[in-house]
């Protein structure tokens, strides 16, 4: 017997549609911020002066046209209503699976291929409890091993060193986490965009996921076992 699917051209269909849009959409916004921020971070190799020039940038670029931080509260702004919607999406769409499978065949035949998409979404969630406390940490400094201070490039430091192995277990945690998002979440926007007609194209998207998961996260990761092995000071 078929699985129950949804008709076609039915309201249900085009919400299910713009939601997975939505997702795809923010997604994407995602992924430029945390390239952009990556690139960023590892300027910490470059040393204090150099990353805290660079920190103090973000705050004066654009003026001024733009206020003093302007630009990193209008990102900020993006990022929050990206956050908002990719959520919102995210669980209209677990929500509506869930009350898909109502029969016991559907659930079993469910249960190897949204292994995956289970994976998605606690990792989803663990993602947004780990930015909040990323913001508690770095820009609130609510969080603050090594003390209160006003320079960035400190704050990382002080807050990877070794007495404060924890926090980098933190961190590490959370990138394998964002690594397996990213992976499966190029792979769904891909598919949501159209972009995997073809068995030529769906390597091609597979790949672009496994790659900017390496990189990304990857990147994100040299910063604070740098600092713990003491290659960082």
Same mark, same amino acid.
């Given at each position: 017997?078929?699985?129950?699917?949804?008709?076609?051209?039915?309201?249900?269909?085009?919400?299910?549609?713009?939601?997975?849009?939505?997702?795809?959409?923010?997604?994407?916004?995602?992924?430029?911020?945390?390239?952009?921020?990556?690139?960023?971070?590892?300027?910490?190799?470059?040393?204090? $002066?150099?990353?805290?020039?660079? =920190?103090?940038?973000?705050?004066?670029?654009?003026?001024?046209?733009?206020?003093?931080?302007?630009?990193?509260?209008?990102?900020?702004?993006?990022?929050?209503?990206?956050?908002?919607?990719?959520?919102?999406?995210?669980?209209?769409?677990?929500?509506?699976?869930?009350?898909?499978?109502?029969?016991?065949?559907? /659930?079993?035949?469910?249960?190897?291929?949204?292994?995956?998409?289970?994976?998605?979404?606690?990792?989803? /969630?663990?993602?947004?409890?780990?930015?909040?406390?990323?913001?508690?940490?770095?820009?609130?400094?609510?969080?603050?091993?090594?003390? /209160?201070? $006003?320079?960035?490039?400190?704050?990382? /430091?002080?807050?990877? =060193?070794?007495?404060?192995?924890?926090?980098?277990?933190?961190?590490?945690? =959370?990138?394998?986490?964002?690594?397996?998002?990213?992976?499966?979440?190029?792979?769904?926007?891909?598919?949501?965009?159209?972009?995997? @007609?073809?068995?030529?194209?769906?390597?091609?998207? @597979?790949?672009?996921?496994?790659?900017?998961?390496?990189?990304?996260?990857?990147?994100?990761?040299?910063?604070?076992?740098?600092?713990?092995?003491?290659?960082?000071?």
């Amino acid at each position: 017997m078929a699985t129950p699917t949804l008709i076609k051209g039915s309201r249900s269909t085009r919400s299910t549609i713009a939601l997975k849009l939505l997702m795809a959409v923010t997604g994407l916004v995602f992924i430029g911020y945390v390239l952009l921020h990556m690139y960023g971070n590892l300027k910490v190799f470059a040393g204090q $002066e150099a990353f805290d020039e660079y =920190a103090h940038h973000l705050r004066t670029f654009g003026e001024p046209m733009l206020p003093y931080g302007g630009l990193l509260w209008t990102v900020r702004v993006v990022l929050l209503l990206s956050i908002v919607g990719h959520a919102y999406a995210a669980f209209a769409l677990w929500a509506r699976a869930g009350r898909a499978r109502t029969q016991k065949y559907v /659930v079993r035949k469910a249960v190897a291929s949204t292994l995956s998409s289970k994976m998605m979404r606690w990792g989803g /969630v663990a993602l947004l409890l780990f930015v909040i406390f990323h913001l508690l940490h770095f820009t609130t400094q609510t969080v603050h091993p090594g003390g /209160v201070t $006003e320079s960035p490039y400190e704050r990382v /430091v002080n807050s990877f =060193a070794p007495e404060y192995w924890y926090l980098t277990v933190i961190y590490l945690l =959370a990138m394998v986490a964002l690594a397996m998002h990213l992976r499966h979440g190029v792979w769904s926007a891909s598919q949501t965009l159209g972009l995997t @007609n073809s068995a030529a194209s769906r390597t091609r998207a @597979n790949l672009a996921g496994v790659f900017l998961a390496v990189v990304i996260a990857g990147g994100f990761a040299l910063v604070p076992l740098s600092i713990l092995l003491g290659l960082v000071d």
